[in-house]
């Protein structure tokens, strides 16, 4: 069965420095999405993305995040200058269309945890 | 933005009872998954369910959309069951919109 996945499952990083999390989504979907989740708290949601550009970002998102698809096949997430609230659980999910209506799927996630 | 709370917060059964996990939401919404988030962080899709029943071996859900709530049925629970149940919605006309998340039950099954 198709599923989506992250790389690396775990990342340590300083603080102030760029990372860059992998997602490799389901082959035929098209829309694709980046969620966080703090130690202990629900998940939120970051962006959503849509043929080649952003189509939804949360307040969350800010400047120092992007995403990117650089590619056919990988939708990564970067962020510039690392904090110590970054450190985070950090899903991809994909959906194969956003209308009709159906479920998005997830990835295991990557555990960021900056120091 | 939709708001989405779930009830209890914090479940603790012993292995074999049965149990009721409650989501409401404050919106229509075209999309309602529930999942369960493992020890290792993992979020496991449980149901793609924005309305209507379905089952999967001993777990089950029900959403009644006009009524703005979700429903999921764990039967004979087990250790293994143990774990964050989140609840997540997509409005409706939201078009890309992510999910909104709830606070979860955090459920646990003594042996």
């Known amino acids: 069965e198709p599923e989506v996945t992250q790389t690396p499952s775990h990342q340590v990083t300083q603080m102030g420095q760029e990372v860059i999390l992998r997602c490799v989504p389901i082959?035929?979907?098209?829309?694709f999405y980046w969620y966080r989740q703090i130690l202990g708290q629900k998940v939120e949601f970051l962006v959503s993305?849509?043929?080649?550009?952003?189509?939804?970002k949360s307040e969350i998102f800010d400047d120092q995040f992007s995403v990117e698809r650089p590619d056919g096949s990988n939708f990564t997430l970067k962020i510039r200058s690392t904090k110590l609230e970054d450190s985070a659980m950090y899903f991809c999910?994909?959906?194969?269309?956003?209308?009709?209506?159906?479920?998005?799927?997830f990835g295991p996630g990557t555990r960021l945890t900056v120091l | 933005g939709i708001q989405v709370e779930q009830s209890p917060p914090d479940l603790i059964l012993q292995e074999g009872a049965n149990s009721t996990l409650r989501c409401n939401f404050s919106?229509?919404?075209?999309?309602l998954q529930w999942f369960h988030q493992n020890p290792w962080g993992q979020l496991i899709n449980l149901f793609y369910?924005?309305?209507g029943t379905k089952q999967n071996g001993r777990l089950s859900a029900t959403t009644v959309a006009t009524e703005r709530y979700s429903l999921l049925y764990i039967s004979s629970s087990q250790t293994t069951d143990s774990g964050v149940y989140f609840c997540?919605?997509?409005?409706?006309?939201?078009?890309?919109?992510?999910?909104?998340f709830g606070k979860g039950t955090h459920l646990i099954i003594q042996p």
């Open positions: 993305f849509y043929n080649n550009e952003i189509s939804e």
């Open positions: 082959s035929n979907h098209l829309y």
């Open positions: 997540a919605v997509e409005r409706s006309g939201g078009g890309a919109d992510g999910l909104t």
């Open positions: 999910a994909s959906r194969i269309a956003a209308t009709p209506y159906n479920e998005q799927f």
């Open positions: 919106d229509s919404v075209n999309n």
């Open positions: 369910i924005p309305s």
